[in-house]
């Protein structure tokens, strides 16, 4: 029969007088380390409705919605985090552009529920919708984001142009009126998608799109 050796000898002893790991949970409150991965949570106040913690969640925690009114001018995107879902990887907030800020882990841990939907929590953001063809441009907060990134340089975009004149209140010098067909040159100064913009600029040098 071999001997025991004399490190597990110490662990013996060692663990005989020493405390239990575990915690009194739920009979008292547990605070979970640091770094815990719990609960993602939307910062509503940081975060830009771009979509990138929908796109990277592994098992589609998380949903974005875009919906538009019949008119197809007015639009909000609704993003939805649910948390009987998630398997709490940490992708969201790794790849949140808005510094890591817009959606983070807690150390919320404690999570049941009796029903798929309870376990929903949501954030919603203004989108912005081309003036010409009713596509989608984006969530307005995004583009504001995009503008503080680049500087003067969004000057040089349309789009962004247009953003940068409400943020310092300038109303614009072009006539505000309901974009016609076929799309005029001065249109890129307004609302227009990408797309849209391309087509002025092939009518302009009289290349059929």
């Known amino acids: 029969m071999r001997k025991p050796k004399i490190r597990e000898l110490k662990e013996a002893v060692k663990s005989l007088v020493s405390k239990p790991y575990t915690t009194k949970f739920p009979y008292q409150e547990h605070i979970p380390f640091e770094r815990f991965r719990g609960k993602p949570q939307f910062n509503p106040e940081k975060c830009v409705g771009c979509g990138a913690c929908a796109i990277v969640c592994p098992v589609g925690a998380i949903k974005l919605e875009d919906r538009i009114d019949e008119n197809r001018t007015t639009g909000m ?18 790849n949140c552009i808005a510094d890591k800020l817009g959606i983070k882990l807690s150390r919320e841990f404690d999570l049941a529920y009796f029903s798929h939907g309870e376990d929903a929590h949501s954030v919603e953001h203004e989108l912005l919708i081309c003036q010409s063809c009713g596509r ?17 340089l969004s000057f040089a975009q ?4 247009n953003i940068n ?10 006539e505000d009126s309901k974009i016609s067909r076929p799309l005029q040159r001065t249109d890129i100064f ?20």
Not at 158 to 161: A, P, R, S, V
Not at 165 to 174: A, L, P, T, V
């Open 190 to 209: 307004k609302l227009i998608c990408p797309q849209c913009k391309r087509e002025v600029f092939l009518l302009d040098e009289n290349i059929k799109p």
């Open 77 to 94: 995107r609704k993003l939805t985090h649910f948390s009987g879902l998630c398997i709490f990887c940490g992708q969201c907030e790794a």
């Open 158 to 161: 349309g789009i962004l142009l």
């Open 136 to 152: 989608i441009i984006g969530a307005r907060k995004h583009l504001v984001w995009a503008i503080r990134k680049i500087g003067h």
């Open 165 to 174: 004149q409400e943020i310092i209140e300038i109303k614009s010098g072009i």
